[in-house]
């Protein structure tokens, strides 16, 4: 696979003008926003088993962008595209509830007191993860770590635009390398799952 190839066409530009998912995926399907796709595995198994639902998965890992880029070439997934890029800079291009759901399997937990702020969902970057999924939309989100389990649940849970809570390991979702590395670890899985309320 040569990557300038495979970028162009299955790649998104992290800046831009706004995104028309249309015009991207030439359909109108349900969008899912995967922040943080990893080493792109479990991914890939994904949008090979919701071949419905148009999926765009974000990374500044760059083996792990090059995995999705051979995965879509490879099994001819035309409901997949990547952003090699930083997440809250590409949710700039998305209009207002673009999407269905937001997944953040495994995110960076930051757990030194010192560094929390540069968690993702800390420092009113919650607010533009929430902004791009539409009313009765979705946000999943799994984790090894709990304590940034409890930090998530008391920021989502002060929140009256939310609905929802912890919920028992999804068994259609694929293992994602981070999560083998808890497990071996002998870590807890963690997942959440919220709802936007509709107006």
């Given at each position: 696979?040569?990557w300038?190839?495979?970028?162009?066409?299955?790649?998104?530009?992290?800046?831009?003008?706004?995104?028309?998912?249309?015009?991207?995926?030439?359909?109108?399907?349900?969008?899912?926003?995967?922040?943080?796709?990893?080493?792109?595995?479990?991914?890939?198994?994904?949008?090979q088993?919701?071949?419905?639902?148009?999926?765009?998965a974000?990374?500044?890992?760059?083996?792990?962008?090059?995995?999705?880029?051979?995965?879509?070439?490879?099994?001819?997934?035309?409901?997949?595209?990547?952003?090699?890029?930083?997440?809250?800079?590409?949710?700039?291009?998305?209009?207002?509830?673009?999407?269905?759901?937001?997944?953040v399997?495994?995110?960076?937990?930051?757990?030194?007191?010192?560094?929390?702020?540069?968690r993702?969902?800390?420092?009113?970057?919650?607010?533009?993860?929430?902004?791009?999924?539409?009313p009765?939309?979705?946000?999943?989100?799994?984790?090894?770590?709990?304590?940034y389990?409890?930090?998530?649940?008391?920021?989502?849970?002060?929140?009256?635009?939310?609905?929802?809570?912890?919920?028992?390991?999804?068994?259609?979702?694929?293992l994602?390398?981070?999560?083998?590395?808890?497990?071996?670890?002998?870590?807890?899985?963690?997942?959440?799952?919220?709802?936007?309320?509709?107006?």
């Amino acid at each position: 696979m040569i990557w300038d190839e495979a970028i162009d066409r299955w790649g998104l530009d992290e800046q831009g003008p706004l995104l028309d998912p249309v015009a991207v995926f030439g359909r109108e399907s349900e969008l899912v926003i995967e922040i943080g796709s990893g080493d792109g595995r479990a991914t890939g198994e994904m949008a090979q088993a919701e071949p419905g639902r148009d999926l765009i998965a974000i990374d500044v890992h760059t083996p792990g962008i090059a995995r999705l880029l051979e995965v879509i070439e490879v099994e001819h997934l035309s409901n997949l595209r990547v952003v090699h890029g930083d997440a809250m800079s590409f949710l700039g291009r998305c209009p207002d509830g673009i999407c269905a759901r937001v997944r953040v399997f495994f995110p960076d937990p930051w757990p030194k007191r010192k560094q929390q702020h540069r968690r993702l969902f800390a420092g009113g970057r919650l607010d533009e993860i929430l902004r791009v999924i539409a009313p009765g939309g979705t946000l999943h989100v799994a984790t090894d770590i709990a304590e940034y389990a409890t930090w998530l649940e008391r920021l989502c849970g002060a929140r009256p635009d939310l609905v929802g809570g912890r919920i028992p390991r999804d068994p259609a979702r694929p293992l994602t390398k981070f999560e083998e590395n808890g497990r071996a670890a002998g870590r807890d899985i963690h997942e959440m799952l919220y709802g936007l309320r509709k107006a």
